[in-house]
């Protein structure tokens, strides 16, 4: 059981972090979010005929039927099952890790909660429309970005901070510099 600072302690060999609670508000947020401007840029946008907001950024309507980048987008419909698999199987994973961390380890907890909020945004679009949808289109001159959505954000972000706090933060407080 979490003492009152939300500490993991063992309880039957398993270790509980109630902060972990609050990031799951978090990630749940995240979802909310995202489903939401999806819905509005699918009920407002034409699909693939760009918006222009800024001489840098179009809203354009997107169905990408892959992961990341349109991988595997035109591989028939099996990679639905696929991506829809390991979505939910890493989400349950980052779960686990995220009530295992320990209350000090915000910065991961942080990450964790962007990353899964991302991963279920993504993963309810894979599930009830075989595809994600995807409106931010974000580009200079004739080169365009991939488009992407807030769940696609919040992933990159996530990851970010997870990289910055394993090679930089945690690396320092493992290794104290000793006087």
Not at 78 to 95: C, E, K, Y
Not at 125 to 140: C, E, P, S, T
Not at 153 to 159: K, R, W
């Amino acid at each position: 059981m979490p003492d009152m600072n939300g500490t993991p302690q063992k309880s039957g060999g398993l270790s509980f972090n109630k902060m972990a609670f609050a990031w799951l508000g978090m990630a749940v947020l995240i979802v909310v979010l995202d489903l939401w401007t999806k819905n509005i840029a699918t009920n407002s946008l034409t699909l693939y005929r760009p918006e222009a907001l800024t001489s840098w950024l179009n809203m354009t309507l997107a169905h990408n039927y892959g992961a990341a980048f349109s991988f595997l987008s035109d591989a028939g419909g099996w990679q639905r099952w696929l991506f829809t698999g390991l979505a939910s199987v890493v989400t349950l994973v980052l779960i686990v890790w995220l009530f295992r961390l320990q209350a000090r380890e915000k910065m991961t907890a942080a990450a964790l909660g962007l990353i899964i909020g991302g991963a279920v945004g993504n993963l309810i679009d894979r599930i009830n429309h075989g595809y994600v949808v995807d409106f931010i289109d974000v580009y200079y001159r004739d080169w365009h970005w991939p488009a992407f959505n807030l769940a696609d954000s919040a992933i990159t972000c996530g990851v970010a901070l997870l990289i910055i706090d394993g090679l930089f933060l945690s690396a320092s407080t493992k290794h104290p510099v000793e006087d």
